[in-house]
């Protein structure tokens, strides 16, 4: 019910001066051009998007696994180490606190 509500009251929002003005924006949300950073065997794209009244980076990246599976595995975990690092970095301290994932906030509460 609540999703649904939620659906209704989406506004269209107009386009951002750094959207892509193409077949990547939506009536609610827009998207930049994608930036690359290409790696030594890696690539990886930042997007800029707005969804409602949000701004945010939309981050993808491809990054071959080794084929020795433990090797592969440390890849993997120095990742999302390093996903966390940039998180950490990036993420001003007041936005955390403004946009706190309510899940989290709900599984706090029941912890
Ligand atoms: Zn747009």
Not at 82 to 92: G, I, K, N
């Amino acid at each position: 019910m609540a999703r649904t509500m939620a659906r209704l009251t989406r506004r269209e929002i107009p386009h951002a001066k750094w959207c892509a003005r193409d077949h990547r924006c939506g009536i609610t949300e827009h998207r930049s051009a994608d930036l690359t950073a290409d790696g030594i065997g890696g690539r990886a794209w930042l997007t800029r998007v707005r969804a409602a009244d949000v701004d945010y980076i939309e981050i993808r990246a491809r990054i071959p696994l080794h084929s020795n599976e433990k090797v592969a595995r440390w890849q993997l975990a120095t990742a999302l180490h390093l996903m966390r690092e940039l998180l950490a970095e990036v993420v001003p301290r007041i936005a955390r606190l403004q946009h706190r994932d309510p899940l989290q906030a709900i599984d706090r509460r029941a912890a």
